[in-house]
């Protein structure tokens, strides 16, 4: 019985026509942008879950926070200094420049903060470690499938 069932749901099926929405060459799959965007999401959502719950001083909150706003910046702004270098757009190498030595400071100031603070247990200190580098990762993934996509769609 539920065999018949199935096959006529599967014939209700075949009558609707499909929309198929056609990617442009070099843009990224829309699977692909989801799961940037969701790695972003995640990674910013805990990273600031578990700042908010912390049993820590507000001002070491901010501290963390300012780090993670800090290194989102300087590793979008990297990932596009190396871009545009790479397809001969003019970057200045003091902009350059600075875009590397700002996201190594970022990194250094969360690495140098979670070494020193001595309220954090090691596995927070992981979590907010494992966190911060998904974000970072996932917003140059973001950055890159949208210059991606508006290349793609300019081409045409």
């Known amino acids: 019985m539920s065999n018949d069932q199935e096959i006529l749901l599967n014939k209700g099926e075949q009558s609707k026509p499909k929309v198929r929405v056609e990617r442009k060459e070099g843009e990224p799959t829309s699977a692909f942008k989801g799961a940037s965007w969701a790695a972003l999401v995640v990674g910013v959502s805990a990273y600031l879950i578990g700042l908010f719950n912390a049993a820590m001083e507000l001002n070491e909150k901010g501290y963390y926070f300012a780090v993670l706003i800090f290194g989102l910046y300087a590793s979008v702004s990297l990932q596009k200094a190396v871009r545009d270098k790479e ?36 596995s927070e200190k992981g979590f907010y470690g494992m966190s911060f580098v998904l974000s970072l990762f996932a917003a140059i993934t973001v950055q890159k499938n949208i210059r991606d996509t508006q290349r793609a769609r300019e081409r045409d």
Do not use: D, H, Q, R
């Not at 397809?87 to 902009?95: A, F, K, Q, R």
């Not at 875009?99 to 690495?111: T, Y």
């Open 87 to 122: 397809e001969g757009i003019p970057v200045t190498s003091i902009y350059y420049g600075i875009s590397w030595f700002a996201l190594i400071v970022s990194i250094s100031l969360m690495a140098i903060g979670l070494y020193n603070a001595g309220s954090i247990v090691l």
